[in-house]
């Protein structure tokens, strides 16, 4: 799969706007935890993404996506996983993430573009995430409450979003239930 996008800056070397994405192989999952362990101050989402691999009622392979650099290495990451909304299916879009010297140049967009697109295509209907109101809108989400679609835990608003993507199709309402791994 390709996506397109257009930097915000060119602050870093990487001048590249079109980046290649593609399913996480068995190769990719040293690179994968090198993004994870890069993008994030401590070592749980790394070990989030190991955990949610380990777990066959959490992991949809093909859902596991890396945007490659010009070299053929990943440099973005995005991973959609099972979950619930009150026992029905829904999947969870986390986390997302590229190293400093790659923000802002597109490859995490179109990672998360790509999974997206992947869950789609297999046919699944309601995503979740967690995140930056500022960013995820941009994908299509919506803040999750205008669905009745609430978290488990205390929230703002903004930030627990939701995306129907098909929007001819009825999604669950009621409170999610993330998989084991994400220990909530």
Not at 34 to 63: H, M, S, Y
């Amino acid at each position: 799969m390709n996506d397109t996008d257009t930097p915000d800056f060119r602050e870093n070397e990487i001048t590249m706007t079109a980046w290649t994405t593609r399913s996480e192989t068995a190769a990719d999952i040293p690179a994968i935890r090198e993004i994870l362990l890069a993008a994030f101050p401590t070592a749980l989402e790394a070990d989030l993404v190991d955990a949610l691999r380990a777990d066959p009622k959490a992991w949809i392979d093909g859902l596991s996506m890396v945007s490659i650099d010009p070299d053929g290495a990943p440099a973005g990451y995005a991973l959609i996983t099972r979950c619930h909304v009150d026992g029905e299916p829904a999947l969870a879009l986390a986390p997302c993430a590229v190293p400093p010297s790659v923000q802002r140049t597109g490859a995490g967009s179109a990672a998360i573009r790509s999974a997206l697109d992947a869950a789609r295509a297999m046919g699944e209907n309601l995503v979740l995430v967690l995140g930056h109101a500022d960013y995820y809108p941009r994908f299509g989400f919506t803040p999750a409450s205008r669905f009745g679609i609430r978290a488990p835990f205390d929230v703002p608003d903004e930030a627990m979003m939701a995306m129907a993507l098909d929007g001819t199709r009825p999604v669950p309402t009621g409170t999610i239930e993330y998989p084991a791994a994400f220990g909530v």
